[in-house]
Each structure stands twice: as structure tokens, then as C-alpha cells.
């Protein structure tokens, strides 16, 4: 009796200690190896077309950079012709007053000269009338003295010589009066031909300018349907990425899962074992070990990149930024300006080096021209992590700063955010800038 009443007493205690133990939930799901790898495979192919399509935005975005550099260009060649049709203009304006007072020139001594051909007649005829002739022996005939003779004598020579020196005078005049005509008109004619063809290489050039805002808004256009055809792959990448993160996260509670179903089964067979001491030692849960913070770096190149890419994703303003942050863009009379650039905050690529370096006490200017002749030249091929990268003549059309293994940070152009891109090789210095 009492070895069957000790029986029963070691069931009860070992059920009762069993009971102790916290008893493990249902298993969570399990998905498989494969479902796993095919959740990866999709998340790998979305990668690579993303990184596909970044590759593609990067080479369409120097595209349009070199087009709207090119649009620049045109836009100056417009402006010269423009002023060149001015000049034209003016220099025809003169020559056509200097045609028109020629022409009133010749008139007088052509009016002048008919005058005196009248009064010649009228003399002539008037001596006819009186029964003399200029110059002739019957001019003399009737005088009544010797003085009057010689009166008469004086008075045919002098009317006679004062008004044939009149006539050659006026004639002269008139001749010079035509040739100035003449010679006024041939500059109004030339100004007029140089006028017409300032006209004429004014309407190329705006022409060749509106060729190239035509190309530039087509290449826009182009970039933008890539920006928009990226950020579309990337929002199925991030829900591809979410997917095998599931996955993975599934797998893992479940192998958490039969952990815990193993220590369960462990503990329990451990308290069996010790029922008949009625004692289940204690299972101390080990301390987490609490994460360690990384150093602070004291490195001065280090200091720049990270100051940079802390403003991935912050708009592109033209002539925003300064050593303090992002400011509002200002107004360029054309491309920004249809961006609205000057209405948002943000960073232009000389403003982001300038943000950049100030946590490096190097205080830049706010253009990229001066910038590339801030500090030390390297050449491309020795560039380092820190260097500034140039593009244009003197550095001055943009500027990035490289963060190694040939990737760079920039604020790029209007439209676009502060990135980072593979460095672009069409158009750059052949040095980079070394502040640090």
C-alpha cells in the first residue's frame, strides 16, 4: 500500500514540476529553401535593373548637362547677333542721312547753275535787244564819247567775266555735290547689304538656339520618363526586398521557434529527472551584451564626405547653399528659372562643396571656377577620396566631390536631388582640386 501511495506522489510532483516550465506557442510558418531563393532571385533582378536603369539616368543626365551647355552657347551667339544688327542699323540710318543731305547738295547747285545759265540769257538777250553783242565790235557802236566808250567797254567785260566765273563755280559745286551723292549712296548701299545680312545671321542664331532648346527639352523629357521608369523599379525592388526580408524574418522565427521547443523538451526531461528531489534548478537567462557605439572619427577628409552625403535627397536650387546648409536658389533669366529654382531650398554643386568643407574649417567661394584653384592640382589618375572633380573650361561648368572606388557626390542639375553617381568622364579636368 504505502509503495503504491509513493508511486502516485512521484506522478503528481513530476506533473506538477513539468507544469512550471513555460510551455511553447503553435510553430509559426516555415517557407521553404526554395520559396526563399525565389523571393532572393526577384530581389536580385530588381537590383540589377535598377542598377541598369542608374546607369542609363547617369549617361542621359551628362547628356543633358552637355545640351544645356550647348543651349548656353547658342543663347551668347544670339546675343552677338543681336547687337551686330544694331550696329548695322545705326551705320545705315547714317548712311541714308548722309545720302539724303548729298542729294540736297547736288539740287542747289543744279538749281543754282540754271539760275545763272538764265541770267546769261537774259544779258545776251538784253544786248541783242540794244543792238550789241557780248564781246562784239556793234556793242561799241553810238557811243558819244571816248569815256563812254570805255564805260561800255568795262561793263561788257566785267558782266560777261563775272557771270561765266559764276557759272564755272557753280558748276564745280555741282560736281562735287554729285560726286558726294554718289559716294554716299554706294555707303548706303554697302550698310544696307551689311544691315541685311546682320538680319540674316541674327535669325540663324536664334534659329540654331531654338534648335538646341528644342534638343535640351527633348532630352528632358527622355530623362525624366528614366528618373520616373527608375523610381518605379526601385518601389519594386524596396517590395521585393520587404518580401525576402518576410521570408527570411519567417525562417527565422521558426528556427527560434524550434529552439525553444527543443529547450522545452530539454528542460522538461531535466525536471522528470529531478522530481524525486523536487527542486528544478534555476535557468538564468544570460545578459545581452549592449551594442557598442562606432568611435568618432577624427579624420578631417572623413568629415567632408559624411557633411555631403547627409544631404542625399536634398533638392537642386541654382546658387543655393552656402557653408551653414541649403538656402533658396536665385533667379538665372532661363533654365533654373523654369525649374522654379529660385523658389525652393536646396544646394547647387558649388554649394554643396562649399556646405561640405566648412565642417573641415575650409570656407570655399560660390563658384566652381575659384573653387578648382582652392587648393593643390592632382592628377585624375592619383585623385583620392576628398579631391574635388572639375568639368568645363577652368573648372567652371561643375564640381562633385569623389568618395572612391569611382563614385562621386553631387548636386547635378535642376530637376534633380544631391546624389551619388559614377564619376562622368566626358568633359573633365585632367586635374582634381586636394584642399586636405
Not at 3 to 25: E, F, I, N, Q
Not at 114 to 129: I, V
Amino acid at each position: 500500500m504505502l509503495t503504491r501511495l509513493s508511486a502516485v506522489v512521484a506522478v503528481l510532483m513530476t506533473a506538477v514540476l513539468t507544469g512550471t516550465a513555460a510551455a511553447v506557442p503553435p510553430p509559426p510558418p516555415n517557407p521553404s529553401d526554395a520559396e526563399i531563393s525565389a523571393s532572393r532571385a526577384e530581389a536580385d533582378a530588381k537590383a540589377a535593373r535598377v542598377g541598369e536603369l542608374t546607369g542609363r539616368l547617369t549617361q542621359a543626365e551628362s547628356r543633358l548637362q552637355e545640351l544645356l551647355d550647348d543651349v548656353s552657347y547658342k543663347r551668347e551667339l544670339a546675343n552677338k547677333a543681336r547687337v551686330d544688327l544694331e550696329t548695322a542699323i545705326s551705320e545705315a540710318e547714317a548712311a541714308r542721312r548722309e545720302a539724303s543731305a548729298a542729294r540736297i547738295e547736288a539740287d542747289a547747285a543744279s538749281k543754282a547753275v540754271e539760275k545763272s545759265r538764265l541770267e546769261l540769257d537774259e544779258f545776251a538777250a538784253a544786248s541783242y535787244a540794244q543792238g550789241t553783242t557780248v564781246g562784239s565790235f556793234s556793242a561799241y557802236i553810238g557811243a558819244k564819247s571816248p569815256e563812254d566808250l570805255l564805260a561800255r567797254a568795262q561793263m561788257l567785260e566785267a558782266v560777261s567775266a563775272s557771270s561765266l566765273n559764276r557759272l564755272d563755280q557753280v558748276t564745280r559745286d555741282q560736281g562735287t555735290a554729285a560726286n558726294l551723292d554718289s559716294a554716299a549712296r554706294a555707303a548706303l548701299q554697302k550698310a544696307e547689304s551689311k544691315q541685311a545680312a546682320a538680319d540674316e545671321a541674327k535669325k540663324v542664331a536664334e534659329q540654331a538656339q531654338q534648335v538646341a532648346v528644342d534638343a535640351h527639352s527633348a532630352q528632358a523629357a527622355a530623362t525624366e520618363e528614366l528618373q520616373s521608369n527608375k523610381d518605379a523599379v526601385e518601389r519594386e525592388l524596396a517590395s521585393a526586398r520587404g518580401a525576402v526580408n518576410g521570408l527570411e524574418a519567417q525562417r527565422q522565427q521558426y528556427d527560434q521557434w524550434t529552439e525553444a521547443k527543443q529547450r522545452e523538451d530539454e528542460e522538461n526531461a531535466r525536471r522528470a529527472a529531478a522530481a524525486a528531489a523536487a527542486q528544478a534548478a534555476p535557468q538564468a537567462q544570460a545578459p545581452r551584451p549592449a551594442a557598442s557605439a562606432p568611435a568618432p572619427s577624427g579624420n578631417r577628409v572623413q568629415t567632408v564626405i559624411n557633411r555631403a552625403l547627409a544631404q542625399r535627397g536634398v533638392i537642386y536650387a541654382w546658387g543655393g547653399g552656402n557653408h551653414y546648409g541649403p538656402t533658396y536658389g536665385v533667379r538665372d533669366g532661363g533654365v533654373a528659372d523654369s525649374y522654379g529654382d529660385y523658389r525652393k531650398i536646396g544646394f547647387d554643386c558649388s554649394g554643396l562643396m562649399m556646405y561640405a568643407f566648412a565642417g573641415a574649417g575650409v570656407y570655399l567661394p560660390h563658384y566652381s571656377g575659384y573653387q578648382y584653384n582652392s587648393g593643390r592640382k592632382v592628377p585624375l589618375s592619383q585623385m583620392a577620396p576628398g579631391d574635388m572633380i572639375f568639368w568645363g573650361p577652368g573648372g567652371g561648368t561643375h564640381v562633385a566631390l569623389y568618395l572612391g572606388g569611382g563614385m562621386m557626390v553631387e548636386a547635378p542639375h535642376s530637376g534633380a536631388v544631391v546624389r551619388i553617381s559614377p564619376v562622368r568622364y566626358g568633359g573633365i579636368m585632367p586635374y582634381v582640386t586636394r584642399v586636405l
